[in-house]
């Protein structure tokens, strides 16, 4: 069982910063990508960043240059830096991690954290 927690959500003003964390149960290592996910009311899940096993990054256009993923391997967390923040990043923030079978992906989440921008 695998487990994924995250911590660090909230309520900041436009503009404002938050920084999100998730701690696996198991090395990150064993993922091939771990990372961010949000859901706001009435949307579907949208991936925010990844952290794939080779240090390569990958982003959501909607928060290029505001978000910043970093990962801890020794530690086995993944961080997500939210910079610059926009009353649209509210959401339910998930942390994912994926590891990749011959029959398919398997992915686990956390139980995720609420991100509210307003003022």
């Known amino acids: 069982q695998v487990h994924l927690v995250e911590s660090g959500g909230g309520l900041v003003q436009p503009g404002g910063s938050l920084r999100l964390s998730c701690i696996a149960s198991?090395?990150?290592?064993?993922?091939?990508?771990v990372g961010w996910y949000r859901q706001a009311p009435g949307k579907e899940r949208e991936l925010v960043a990844g952290?794939?096993?080779?240090?390569?990054?990958k982003y959501a256009d909607s928060v290029k240059g505001r978000f910043t993923i970093s990962r801890d391997n020794a530690r086995n967390t993944v961080t997500l830096q939210m910079n610059s923040l926009k009353p649209e990043d509210t959401a339910v923030y998930y942390c994912?991690?994926?590891?990749?079978?011959?029959?398919?992906?398997?992915?686990?989440w956390g139980q995720g954290t609420q991100v509210t921008v307003s003022s």
């Open positions: 952290s794939f096993s080779g240090n390569s990054a």
């Open positions: 994912n991690g994926q590891v990749f079978t011959a029959w398919g992906t398997n992915n686990y």
């Open positions: 198991r090395s990150i290592l064993s993922f091939n990508v």
